[in-house]
């Protein structure tokens, strides 16, 4: 009859004294297989971008302008001299709706919205470009079951007639 005799398990490890516990430890750490680095884009973005900060700064602002107005008048904003006001609402709305537009398309691609663009602005343009197109709805749609419609893209006798 034969037996095998084996070591016990722990009569093969090496012992460990209390003051190399500690090197002991970290010489048989497993290294991660990857490492992740985050880039940070505070510096300057792209052209698209810095056009995006810019167009979405200008245009939320107009934008809650002229849906107050809409709200309160009834109207929307009047066209101004020459129609420059008017032509910076609907210029505005368009701006809003590429901004929302752009970020759905990103969101669909990648998973994840716009970048944050310089100094955090893109992202900070992109919310508020949300907020906006939430706006919109609401008081169109408040303004369609009041009038009965919504003032359209060119300035009416009932309004500035």
């Known amino acids: 009859m034969l037996i095998l ?3 016990s398990p722990t009569s093969l490890l090496p012992p460990i004294n209390t003051r190399n ?25 792209t052209a698209a971008e810095t056009a995006a900060v810019v167009g979405g700064l200008v245009s939320n602002p107009v934008i809650g ?3 107050y107005t809409l709200k309160t008048t009834g109207c929307g904003l009047p066209p ?11 210029v505005s709305y368009l701006a809003v709706a590429g901004i ?4 759905l398309y990103t969101k669909t691609k990648t998973g994840s919205g716009l ?8 992202g900070a343009v992109e919310g508020l470009s949300y907020l906006s197109l939430l706006a919109i709805i609401v008081v169109f749609g ?3 079951f009041v009038q009965g419609s919504i003032p359209g893209p060119l300035p009416s006798e009932q309004c500035f007639g």
Do not use: C, Y
């Not at 500690?22 to 505070?42: C, G, H, I, W």
């Not at 929302?100 to 970020?103: A, E, R, T």
């Open 5 to 7: 005799l084996s070591p």
């Open 21 to 45: 516990a500690t090197a002991a430890s970290t010489k048989f750490r497993r290294q991660p297989l990857l490492k992740v680095r985050a880039e940070s884009s505070d510096g300057g973005g």
């Open 65 to 67: 302008w002229s849906l």
């Open 80 to 90: 101004g001299p020459g129609g420059s006001i008017g032509a910076l609402e609907g």
């Open 100 to 103: 929302v537009g752009w970020s």
């Open 115 to 122: 970048p944050n663009g310089p100094f955090g602005l893109l």
């Open 142 to 144: 408040l303004q369609f």
